[in-house]
């Protein structure tokens, strides 16, 4: 069955640093792949979109990258900022029908410390 | 402010209780949704609407039962539910284009559901 990773449930890191997080997926070949943000008691906003034929997307401190040979995405947030604390989702999708055949991970919650 | 409003933000019911959840999106897209997210666990879908027809239901109990009266407005009904349907349930809209890829979905802010 298909099935969607995010490599931690948390991560903790210093302001000021790279924040990574994974998303790996198996028994999927993803068309394109999104990043979603979502805060505590909040519904989740669309971040960044990377197709299949995509290596890198940026996108002001965002930068995401698409490996479809490891079937992993990496979404980076530098010199991150107690503000970029929150519960980061990956999203993949088939392509080409409808978004009700996008599947979300379980998200991985970032914690940026002062 | 996403475009999708959702009400009431927080409900708590009785296990006998009948209650209904709102969401109203303004972005003027032609599908509509209902996901259920449960405490370290995915998003889960539950009904998909286009141009108000249903054309997805995952195997969801009949206790939730949807209502999509236009394109711009989607209704949960909710009748005997189970503690275990405690969860923060969203409602989401997109604009579905035949052939095409990218589709980004917008969510409201949610509604915090309590069974008692």
């Known amino acids: 069955?298909?099935?969607?990773?995010?490599?931690?449930?948390?991560?903790?890191?210093?302001?000021?640093?790279?924040?990574?997080?994974?998303?790996?997926?198996?028994?999927?070949?993803?068309?394109?792949?999104?990043?979603?943000r979502q805060?505590?008691?909040?519904?989740?906003?669309?971040?960044?979109?990377?197709?299949?034929?995509?290596?890198?997307?940026?996108?002001?401190?965002?930068?995401?990258?698409?490996?479809?040979?490891?079937?992993?995405?990496?979404?980076?947030?530098?010199?991150?900022?107690?503000?970029?604390?929150?519960?980061?989702?990956?999203?993949?999708?088939?392509?080409?029908?409808?978004?009700?055949?996008?599947?979300?991970?379980?998200?991985?919650?970032?914690?940026?410390?002062? | 402010e996403t475009g999708v409003t959702q009400t009431p933000r927080h409900l708590v019911m009785g296990m006998t209780n009948k209650k209904s959840l709102k969401c109203e999106q303004h972005l003027g897209h032609n599908a509509m949704y209902w996901y259920k997210q449960s405490a370290k666990k995915p998003l889960e879908l539950m009904f998909v609407y286009n141009f108000k027809e249903q054309t997805e239901n995952n195997s969801v109990p009949s206790r939730f039962s949807p209502e999509c009266p236009n394109s711009s407005h989607l209704f949960l009904h909710l009748h005997t539910l189970q503690p275990e349907d405690s969860a923060l349930y969203?409602?989401?809209?997109?604009?579905?284009?035949?052939?095409?890829?990218?589709?980004t979905i917008y969510f409201g802010e949610g509604s915090w559901l309590t069974v008692v």
Do not use: M
Request: aromatic share 8%.
């Open chain 2, 90 to 103: 969203l409602c989401a809209s997109s604009q579905e284009r035949p052939g095409s890829s990218g589709n």
């Open chain 1, 39 to 114: 805060d505590p008691g909040r519904g989740p906003v669309f971040l960044l979109l990377i197709r299949e034929n995509e290596k890198e997307k940026r996108k002001e401190r965002l930068k995401v990258t698409f490996d479809t040979t490891l079937k992993q995405s990496l979404f980076h947030i530098t010199a991150s900022q107690p503000a970029d604390s929150a519960t980061y989702l990956c999203a993949l999708h088939p392509g080409y029908s409808s978004a009700s055949k996008i599947i979300f991970g379980s998200g991985t919650r970032l914690s940026i410390r002062p």
């Open chain 1, 1 to 36: 069955s298909q099935k969607i990773e995010q490599n931690s449930e948390a991560l903790n890191i210093q302001e000021g640093k790279t924040a990574t997080l994974t998303c790996n997926y198996t028994n999927y070949s993803p068309a394109y792949l999104q990043w979603y």
